[in-house]
């Protein structure tokens, strides 16, 4: 027979394992739970033994070990328990195994177990962790605000923060961003005050505040927020390598690919051997980066097999127009569209491809829906990046219709860009409008190219530089605007190069950009590789050779 644990060998030795759970000890809490185990079986000692060999990357055997604890559980009657691991069973099925049936089994084990029993904090983490199998932001919503509710009535405080939480990102999902944002602040400064303890609760907040950064673009609530994860033990443990390709596509959208592109890499070289299910959101957001960067046969490669993703599908489509194919591309927006609700914030940037797909087939009057659905989803969401997208897409079809509004729309769409921090986007309004005045006003057309150009190839938008440049050309006034290799480099890269020109050492600069002398080793080491140099010489020659005047 199983026995309880305070009558079982080993106590102390699970007390201590438990402890070290929650410190984030793994290899304590293994040694412990083992050392218990060798006293004699319990079901305590095959939970803690498997969740300790969970977070060290052994899942299968986490996953023999949480299904042996589970019986043993259910042996002892405490259907709480066995619920409790049935629902942390469909977890690793689903995440780690991609295995949705399976995992489906397991969540439904979990749900009867729990039928008879009164309700519990039990019935609050099912309600939570059925959040992952559904797709409806209303119906996260509801299962959200149920667990809330009997959080509270039972005091189960991680409970409560980690429903906050998804809360939070629902109603952000939904676009009510600021109501949204204040539950997901309230939720981690609970994790930042040691209020939550449990490591599962603290990674499932610090993930979903990043996917709702993502959703909202808001970089600085991410990285004032990040600034403080070291303090969580669970960041580098559970967050990191499930949770921070959020933070990569905010990246992305914020021009700072190779940042991106690290986080990206990152994350999918975990999922490569564990949490397969999540391997997919990575893949499509680098494929989007490598879209950005004119790297099209890249991002293809890397879209292979996953292409009914929406972001896959706008990546495709975006490649189809450039190259031409417009029936496919007009196809894949479709596809895209269909897939996302009618006021769906995100259905913007493709509403947006579409008004240049039609555009580009000379359909006026379909780009002219086109840009009629897109201004009403920005009315009806009151988003700004919905609108900026909006009065980019006006600019265009009123350009193409040589109508003089096409500037007011286009700065219109410059100026919201540029303060919602979306360099790339920015930069494309600018060129638009660099288009649209260039009869009237060729000199000033030619400035706001420079400036769209500048900041193509500061972030490295090889397609939009090339576009960019070829619209200077027609000006009669050609010229790159930064070092054509500059867009491998980071905005500080940038500022530490030119001071290689000039001789600095690591220490000059470091005063000269404020930064700390190890922090400028690092920038010298990371341009020496990005640009494949040997030698801070050579890094001073490539800058003297390379630079070009400002214009």
């Known amino acids: 027979m199983i026995r309880a644990m305070a009558t079982e060998p080993g106590h102390d030795l699970m007390r201590t394992g438990w402890d070290a759970l929650a410190q984030a000890d793994w290899d304590e809490a293994r040694s412990c739970f083992e050392q218990a185990l060798e006293l004699g079986e319990s079901a305590e000692g095959l939970d803690g033994l498997g969740r300790a060999l969970h977070f060290q990357g052994e899942y299968a055997r986490a996953i023999e070990l949480t299904e042996r604890a589970f019986a043993a559980y259910r042996e002892l009657d ?23 049936a399976v995992a489906s089994g397991w969540m439904a084990r979990a749900e009867t177990l729990l039928e008879d029993a009164d309700e519990c904090a039990g019935h609050g983490w099912l309600a939570l962790d059925r959040a992952p199998f559904t797709d409806d932001v209303a119906e996260r ?35 009510r961003v600021a109501e949204g944002m204040r539950l997901i602040d309230e939720a981690m400064t609970a994790v930042s005050a040691g209020e939550v303890v449990g490591i599962v609760p603290v990674g499932d907040i610090c993930c979903r505040l990043l996917g709702a950064c993502e959703i909202a ?8 927020w990040m600034s403080l994860a070291g303090r969580f033990e669970a960041w580098n443990d559970f967050v990191s390598p499930v949770c921070r390709s959020h933070y990569g596509g905010i990246l992305i959208a914020i021009g700072r690919w190779p940042e991106a592109e690290e986080e990206l890499t990152a994350a999918i070289r975990v999922f490569e051997n564990s949490y397969r299910l999540m391997r997919t959101s990575p ?8 879209v950005r960067q004119g790297r099209l046969d890249e991002a293809q490669r890397l879209l292979d097999g996953i292409e009914s993703h929406p972001i896959a599908r706008r990546a495709l489509a975006t490649i189809a127009l450039t190259r031409g194919q417009l029936a496919l591309a007009e196809d894949l927006v479709r596809l895209c569209l269909d897939g996302e609700a009618a006021a769906d914030p995100g259905c913007a940037p493709a509403l947006e491809l579409l008004v240049q797909i039609r555009l580009a087939r000379d359909d006026a009057p379909a780009a002219a829906e086109a840009l009629a659905r897109l201004t009403a989803l920005a009315a009806v969401s009151g988003e ?45 309004a600018q060129l638009e409008l660099a288009r649209a005045i260039a009869a009237a006003a060729p000199e000033a057309a030619v ?35 930064w070092p054509k290799h500059y867009g ?39 341009i020496l590789s990005k640009l494949g140099l040997r030698s801070r010489a050579e890094a001073a020659a490539y800058a003297v050779r390379e630079r070009t005047e400002d214009p």
């Open 488 to 526: 491998a480099l980071t905005k500080r890269e940038t500022e530490v190069l030119p001071l290689l020109a000039a001789g600095c050492s690591n220490a000059e600069i470091a005063e000269r950009l404020v930064i700390s002398r190890r922090t400028a080793e690092h920038h010298v080491a990371h």
């Open 217 to 224: 673009l808001d970089v600085t609530r991410a990285e004032q």
């Open 283 to 290: 893949l499509v957001k680098l494929a989007d980066l490598r």
């Open 78 to 100: 405490k259907l709480v328990e066995a619920s409790d691991r049935a629902r942390w069973l469909a977890f690793l099925h689903g995440a780690v195994n991609a295995n949705m």
């Open 384 to 428: 700004g990046r919905s609108a900026a997208f909006a009065e980019l897409a006006a600019g265009r079809v009123r350009a193409a219709e040589e109508d003089a509004r096409a500037s007011t729309h286009l700065q219109a769409a410059l100026r919201s860009f540029t303060a919602l921090d979306l360099p790339l986007e920015a930069a494309r």
């Open 447 to 481: 400035a706001e190219a420079r400036l769209a150009l500048r900041t193509f190839e500061r972030i490295g938008a090889a397609g939009d530089t090339d576009a960019a440049a070829g619209l200077l050309r027609q000006l009669g006034a050609g010229g790159r605007a």
């Open 141 to 175: 919503e509801q299962l959200a605000a149920a667990a809330l509710a009997i959080a509270r009535r039972f005091g189960d405080v991680d409970l409560e923060y980690d429903a906050m939480s998804l809360l939070g990102e629902s109603y952000v999902a939904a676009g």
